[in-house]
């Protein structure tokens, strides 16, 4: 009956445990895969490696499931169906890959030779490893247009813009092991979601079992509410108000902060003139301070810390000039506990005591010694996340959360808010991997390293836009809901832009189901000219493609960098600097390639292979003897060989890493916390977007564009969102939806161990809405249900009642609701929430185009009850 | 020697992770779940809590289920493990009517998860589970044998759980009980459990 003798009888051949990395979802855990005769019979994590830690979730495990899936792609397809649509079949005849490849590259150089920018690339954000090769290739072909669908729209656009910009890292996390105090906004890490998501889970549950106490603000208590210390509901969407209410407490009746802090690390000390910009010496151009000592305005740079005035109003040359600090101290006069309570319903009592709970605890002055150096010691943190940030008032919502660290100082210290892994001296054998915040002229900082060619600091110049999705103008944005908006068209009219999108090459992004309702998508998709999509499965999008390219999985496939850059999935804190790899286990079925394999096959066809080799060598900064050269064919394995070589050494080349698996290094305190180290402030007042406005409206206002000008105030104010305005009758519920532990996105929907456990769980496939409002409104539990929006999309699925969600609240967990026959397992499982999304300018933030992700419903009985 | 274990409830976050990686051990059949998580919502809002309970055979000292086996099926190990022999189970289910806890399971026809038919995985571990039997968690016996701990165990992102000698007072699971007060479901019943849990 044991496995071992099982397979003794059967004569073994091959029995190996390989390490590689999970790709379930982005946190990208390193892995064991056993495989026995060709078999993968079990997957585990692996102890060796600091990401997981040899301890995988539900997803990472059930791997094997969606590797083995039936329903997996195995063979190219063409379309024959000329026309697209949501109910159109495409037809699909099946073709070889030579078929496949010349009529891709027939299709690319056509528009390539017209202008590359026709060309759409997009990429699914679920595989972490997708990004270096999709981004080689869109440079390659020289199109600016990449595209992470609804992942950056829905999650990405406000809190990896100010996790940049305040701790130059693409998320934040409480340094778990000493933090005492942390307050959630809307965000699940340590609870089985997000960056790094297997690690957090045990450092997470050590901080609880250490006492850390977990305050977590949610309109719903599950997940991350549901272990907190506190559960604090709000109304969907308010978090920034009630962080502006307790920044006013701290600031305006407590009178408590981090003065030294303020003074050293943030721009609080910059004097701001009546125009709102910073008030700059005329010999040098810096921005300047109070000096209290000499009594004068004084570069930044000149004046000691301490004597740098945070209020007061001070005569410059006849400019009446203010420090930004006391201009936020007046900003925040109106931010009351009482006027959040209005907005927030966190009754005023709450917020005061919050505040106080937050300062006392964050021990402002304090030092420690970690591993014999002594650090400032501030153990609180602020953390946000896409639930906070997933409004219009994306930016200023995760702003007013991270002001509260500012505040107390507590900002990539001892027990703070802590970036993922901002600064690192590199790679102690080759000094390769080094980075660290750096300060520009304004002496604000600029991130280290980034995930993406454009950091979010220092902001780019808004210009006419020349993409599509409009992010050149937008420059605070990251990912835009342009490309696929209902008045996307009215727009490119409007900023002339100088071509349309033609064609797009999808690496398994469902946008259908991902960004918003699937009839403004399908509108979209089915203008493009020509579509490629490479894929696990026939996804609904992927059913809008002319050529369809089976994809290899996590366990057939390669990746020299699983889990670089380390601000991205890397756990922050002290611990370790890990770098895995991924190597395939299994070979492909049938005819599936991956889809590295397939860029590189395309940029030779195409005659791009030196642009493409240019584009690894920037990608991944290979250096000397490991730059690709020339157009040499370099296969994907010497290239992550070249690139494994160049940061680790001759020795280290892939061979090594898929013998050993991953490499490790410890990490030193000054390299976790780093803020006291590097000569860098990070911006309390945004005056930089004074300047983004003025140019912005220079170029949209001739052009008819109205841009909403308090959406760039240098300081952080609650905007609400249209569904906090909507008046209509019977829409008395706020519709938000959220990451289901068992479920990544749309794509393990179809895994079906996930599915089953889904379907027992209360929460995952049905709606939730609080017990009380439901039985007012005449629900009983289990009942179905039609949600339905303001413009009449509406979404069909069965009601949980429950105690554990805001009187106010409707949420729906993960990205469900497949209706392809593609992802049969998939198939009608759970509610397809981003159909209630609409899709247009009036629902994305005019700031860093976030997709307004609530929206006001109506609940009504379905049908079916009635009889 | 008596094998038990200790789950941590302040520990564990829901995660399904102990569900899911004991299927994968184990490939046991669709409905079939030798580790579960159950919920539960406790009080109103706003000061409602949510209660999360993995749960999996106990293990238990004074095990109903062995009692009214009728072919001796069901047994008892010397190391407290209570485990069936597929070979002389009939198939009665008396001992599912036995157990109080719900933890065993009748694998009434092969099953597989996807319709087109067994995968290679499945071929492997799944087919090995014989029909017409009783099924139910015996600890990971065979990762024991080889010095492994069970798999729900090692898995457990959370470190939730624990596994070790209830008979040895200073094993960390005895420990654990001693110190923070760990409790087995229903100790009314008399079955004395092997699986103890922690407040949450
Ligand atoms: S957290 Fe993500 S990467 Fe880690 S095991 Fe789970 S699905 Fe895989
Ligand atoms: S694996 Fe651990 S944390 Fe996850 S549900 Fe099971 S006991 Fe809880
Ligand atoms: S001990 Fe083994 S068989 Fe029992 S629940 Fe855990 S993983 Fe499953």
């Known amino acids: ?867 | 020697m008596r094998w038990g274990m200790v789950i941590d409830l302040k520990r564990c976050i829901a995660c399904y992770g102990c569900q899911l990686s004991c299927k994968a051990e184990n490939g046991t059949p669709p409905g079939v779940f030798f580790a579960r998580l159950l919920k539960h919502e406790e009080g109103q809002f706003p000061t409602v809590r949510q209660l999360f309970l993995p749960v999996l055979c106990n293990h238990c000292e004074e095990p109903p289920c062995v009692e009214v086996c009728p072919t001796g099926a069901s047994f008892k190990t010397e190391d407290g493990i209570v485990d069936i022999d597929p070979d002389m189970c009939v198939g009665c289910r008396s001992c599912m009517m036995a157990c109080p806890y719900g933890n065993r399971y009748f694998n009434d026809k092969p099953q597989h998860y996807f319709p087109d038919g067994p995968t290679p995985y499945e071929e492997r571990r799944t087919a090995r589970h014989q029909t017409d039997v009783v099924m139910k968690c015996n600890f990971c016996r065979d990762r024991l044998a080889v010095g492994k701990e069970p798999a729900c165990v090692a898995n457990c992102p959370a470190v939730a759980r624990y596994f070790g000698d209830l008979d040895d007072p200073n094993s960390e699971v005895s420990r654990l009980i001693k110190d923070r007060g760990g409790f087995p479901l229903h100790p009314e019943l008399g079955t004395k459990p092997s699986v103890y849990y922690l407040p949450a």
């Open chain 1, 1 to 867: 009956m044991t496995d071992l003798s099982d397979v003794s009888s059967r004569g073994v051949r091959d029995d190996k445990w390989i390490p590689t990395s999970c790709a379930l979802c982005y946190g990208s855990c390193s892995i064991l895969a056993h495989r026995v005769d060709d078999v993968v019979v079990k997957i585990e994590g692996n102890p060796d490696s600091a990401i997981g830690k040899g301890r995988l979730c539900g997803k990472g495990v059930s791997g094997i499931m969606t590797h083995y899936d039936p329903n997996r792609l195995t063979v190219p397809l063409r379309r024959t169906n000329p026309k697209k649509g949501l109910d159109e079949d495409p037809r699909w005849e099946e073709i070889g890959w030579e078929e496949a490849l010349d009529e891709i590259a027939a299709q690319l150089r056509r528009i390539r030779e017209d202008d590359p920018r026709k060309l759409i690339v997009q990429r699914t954000t679920t595989v972490t490893a997708s990004r270096v090769p999709m981004l080689t290739f869109t440079a390659a072909f020289g199109t600016p247009n990449l595209s992470m669908a609804g992942g950056g729209l829905h999650c990405g656009n406000g809190a990896h813009l100010l996790s940049g910009l305040m701790h130059a890292s693409w998320s934040i996390v409480p340094d778990f092991e000493h933090c005492n105090y942390a307050i959630y906004f809307g965000a699940s890490k340590g609870h089985g979601a997000g960056h790094a998501s297997g690690s957090n889970m045990k450092l997470a549950a050590d901080a609880r079992a250490r006492g850390m106490k977990m305050v977590v603000v949610d309109p719903m208590c599950n997940f991350a509410a549901a272990k907190a210390t506190e559960w604090v509901p709000l109304r969907v969407g308010t978090d920034g108000a009630l962080a502006l209410a307790m920044c006013h407490v701290m600031v305006r009746e407590l009178g408590v902060y981090d003065a030294p802090y303020l003074q050293a690390k943030t721009n609080a000390p910059y004097l701001i003139g009546p125009d709102k910009r910073y008030v700059r010496d005329a010999a040098t151009g810096k921005p300047t301070v109070w000096d209290l000592k000499a009594g004068a305005a004084r570069p930044f740079g000149d004046v000691d810390a301490a004597d740098m005035a945070l209020d007061g109003e001070y005569d410059v040359g006849g400019v009446c000039a203010r420090p930004a600090f006391a201009l936020l101290r007046e900003h925040l006069a109106k931010h009351t506990p009482e006027w959040g309570e209005k907005i927030t319903t966190v009754p005023a009592a709450n917020i005061r005591r919050l505040a106080r709970e937050f300062v006392q605890e964050a021990r402002i002055g304090s030092t420690i010694v970690v591993d014999g150096v002594t650090l400032p010691y501030r153990p609180v943190a602020a953390i946000a996340f896409r639930g906070s940030q997933g409004h219009m008032n994306s930016v200023y919502n995760f702003f007013a959360i991270d002001l509260l660290n500012q505040l107390v100082g507590a900002a990539d210290v001892v027990g703070a808010c802590l970036g993922f892994n901002p600064a690192s001296n590199g790679y102690p054998g080759t000094g390769r991997l080094a980075y660290m915040p750096y300060p520009d002229d304004d002496g604000l900082m600029i991130a280290g390293t980034w995930m993406g060619y454009h950091k979010p600091y220092p902001v780019a110049e808004p210009r006419l836009p020349q993409k599509p999705g409009l992010q050149d103008f937008f420059v605070m944005g990251l990912n835009s809901p342009y490309l696929d908006s209902d008045d996307r068209e009215a727009l490119w009219d409007k900023f002339e832009l100088p071509y349309r999108p033609e064609a797009m090459l999808n690496f398994g992004a469902n946008l259908l189901m991902s960004i918003g309702n699937r009839e403004s998508v399908a509108r979209g998709l089915a203008e493009y000219k020509f579509m490629v999509s490479i894929d696990l499965f026939e996804t609904e999008t992927t059913r809008f493609a002319d050529i369809v390219l089976p994809d290899c999985g996590h366990l057939q496939t390669l990746d020299s960098r699983s889990n670089y850059p380390f601000i991205f999935s890397l756990p922050g804190g002290m611990g370790e600097w890990c770098w895995p790899i991924r190597q395939p286990v299994l070979p492909p079925e049938g005819q599936q390639r991956r889809f590295q394999d397939v860029l590189l096959e395309l940029s030779d066809r195409l005659g791009i292979r030196a642009d493409m080799n240019a584009a690894y060598n920037a990608a991944m900064n290979l250096e000397g003897p490991y730059r690709l050269q020339g157009d040499h064919r370099y296969s994907y394995e010497e290239i992550c060989d070249a690139e494994l070589k160049c940061n680790f050494g001759p020795e280290r080349g892939l061979e090594w890493f898929k013998e050993h698996g991953v490499l490790k290094w410890p990490k030193k305190p000054e390299e976790v916390y780093w803020r006291p180290f590097a000569d860098v402030r990070v911006p309390i007042y945004w005056e930089f977007l004074v300047p983004v406005f003025e140019k912005m409206d220079a170029i949209g206002a001739p052009r008819g564009i109205k841009l909403p000008p308090e959406y760039y105030e240098p300081l952080p104010d609650f905007l609400p969102c249209l569904s906090h305005c909507c008046q209509k009758p019977g829409f008395d519920f706020y519709a938000f939806y959220y990451r289901d532990v068992l479920h990544t996105n749309s794509f393990t929907l179809e895994n079906p161990w996930l599915d089953e456990a889904a379907q027992l769980d209360p929460f995952s496939y049905t709606i939730a809405i609080n017990a009380t409002t439901g039985r007012k409104n005449g629900l009983t539990d289990g009942a179905r249900i039609w949600v339905e929006n303001e413009k009449g999309r509406k979404v069909a699925g069965r009601v949980h009642l429950t105690e554990a969600i805001h009187p106010e609240g409707l949420g729906v967990a993960a990205c469900a609701g497949h209706w392809g026959d593609g992802m049969p397992i998939a198939k009608g499982k759970g509610v397809f929430f981003n159909e209630l999304l609409e899709l247009d300018w009036d629902h994305s933030s005019p700031i860093n185009l976030n997709l307004d992700l609530c929206a006001k419903v109506r609940v009504t009985l379905a049908e079916e009850n009635a009889k």
